[in-house]
């Protein structure tokens, strides 16, 4: 995925202040991205998926204002699905040209006052970016890789230090207030959904986060809940009542030594937390009496039941997980983790847009297998986690779909390959009168992938 930068010269977009006011409106309501178009220059190697950044040029004060992704165009408005000497082009390119430029779609995440742009100067000013040449960036150009993530931090800094001041609107603000008066009500799924698509926006926001690690904790996820204290952790400036939520998790999962580390770093960033973490230790200690007997380990203190008390123990698998996580190197353990969260979001994602198995209506969701249509080792970041990359199926059908033995057309209609035989057909209850339930035109993009890439067409012996 590269970085971009698009241009915006106040003379060529003369009604730019108006469209940036309905960008902050519809980012206010936390629906989604705000979707757009905009001219790449004339070149060609922009990717669905690439991260961009709007500039203002011309007069006024120049520099970053407006964040996000370019996306698919719809196959109707595809340059390369209508005119065959831009077949080469990526999907994300349009039919519509800006003069003699390219245009392209874009998810708009965050947007700023068009007076207060996130200045040139000033990020040429700064250390980390010595050597960086800002100037020669032309419209759809790529900026330079070295400096992406010092950029994504400066941007990610200025624009939450402006959205107090109204001067800047971040879809992430958005759906992490929506997630916070979810969790007031109890909701803690709703609430746990809406953190997890904060997150896809940006894995830099310490209250997604933060959000997502005490939502997770409401709904005994652990796992989550460790990996979102730690994403938290890295990011926050005051770690202590993290440091002192996170032991409490460990605890619940018998991992008292690690409890205590977290505990004991607490303590040092703010002693009179001394006072909580020793009744914590002894809240431990009464809620296990039974097992008083048993040889006490660094803590001072038997293994905990959970601190909710909920009778649900640990099963061996998770256990099992558990501690391979633990035991692999941080940059993998996280890798796994995040992965995890992720699909656990394009899973409910699934389960929200068709309700029921994508063909057969099956109702009963533990049966029914998130299955990406195209493969999540051959998708970039935004496709692994987008909903029309996906079909809920019961298991026989995941398992022929997966392997290319069925395939869907363009109106879903099943296709089944010549390499499965009429018996196992018949056997799995495949046959030509399955279809898709129902169909979206950005299902379409990912259909042809999987025909043309997973699907058997060829009988194999």
Not at 122 to 130: G, R, T, V, W
Not at 169 to 178: A, G, M, P, Q, Y
Not at 433 to 448: A, F, G, P, S, W
Request: include cysteine; glycine fraction near 4%; charged fraction near 30%.
């Amino acid at each position: 995925m590269n970085t971009i930068i698009l241009q915006c010269n106040e003379r060529d977009e003369p009604d730019v202040r108006e469209w940036i006011k309905e960008v902050q409106t519809e980012l206010n309501e936390g629906r989604s991205l705000y979707y757009c178009s905009w001219s790449c220059g004339k070149v060609r190697k922009v990717q669905v998926g690439d991260r961009f950044f709007l500039q203002r040029t011309g007069n006024g004060p120049r520099g970053y204002f407006a964040s996000g992704y370019v996306i698919d165009a719809l196959p109707e408005e595809q340059l390369k699905l209508q005119d065959s000497n831009y077949s080469k082009l990526s999907a994300a390119y349009l039919t519509a040209f800006y003069g003699d430029s390219f245009k392209i779609c874009l998810e708009i995440d965050t947007i700023i006052d068009f007076d207060q742009p996130l200045k040139i100067d000033y990020l040429q000013s700064l250390p980390a970016f010595s050597g960086c040449e800002f100037r020669r960036y032309g419209s759809g150009t790529a900026f330079n890789p070295s400096y992406t993530e010092e950029l994504e931090k400066e941007w990610d800094s200025y624009s939450a230090n402006l959205a107090p001041q109204k001067l800047a609107t971040r879809l992430i603000d958005s759906l992490c207030k929506k997630a916070a008066t979810a969790r007031r009500e109890k909701d803690f799924n709703k609430a746990q959904q809406l953190y997890f698509e904060a997150i896809q926006v940006s894995e830099r926001s310490l209250m997604a986060w933060r959000g997502l690690a005490e939502t997770a904790r409401e709904l005994d996820e652990c796992d989550i809940a460790l990996e979102a204290y730690g994403q938290a952790i890295n990011l926050a400036t005051d770690k202590h009542i993290l440091y002192l939520n996170r032991g409490k998790v460990f605890a619940q999962m018998h991992r008292l030594k690690e409890a205590e580390n977290d505990w004991t770093e607490a303590v040092r960033l703010l002693p009179k937390l001394a006072i909580e973490v020793e009744k914590l230790r002894q809240s431990f200690k009464q809620n296990n009496p039974e097992k008083q007997h048993q040889e006490k380990n660094e803590l001072g203190v038997n293994p905990p039941e959970p601190i909710n008390n909920s009778p649900q123990k640990l099963t061996p698998n998770e256990v099992e997980a558990y501690n391979s996580l633990k035991n692999l190197p941080e940059r993998y353990r996280k890798a796994i983790t995040t992965i995890r969260i992720g699909q656990e979001s394009f899973r409910k994602n699934l389960l929200e847009f068709w309700e029921t198995c994508a063909v057969t209506k099956c109702s009963t969701h533990k049966l029914l297998i998130a299955s990406h249509i195209k493969p999540w080792s051959k998708s970039n970041d935004k496709e692994k986690l987008d909903k029309f990359n996906g079909l809920l199926l019961v298991p026989s059908l995941d398992k022929a779909f997966d392997k290319g033995y069925i395939s869907f057309d363009n109106t879903g209609k099943i296709i089944i390959s010549p390499s499965l035989s009429d018996e196992d057909a018949q056997t799995l209850g495949i046959d030509k009168k399955l279809q898709l339930q129902k169909i979206d035109v950005r299902h379409q993009d990912y259909l042809e992938y999987h025909r043309t890439h997973i699907f058997k067409s060829i009988k194999k012996w």
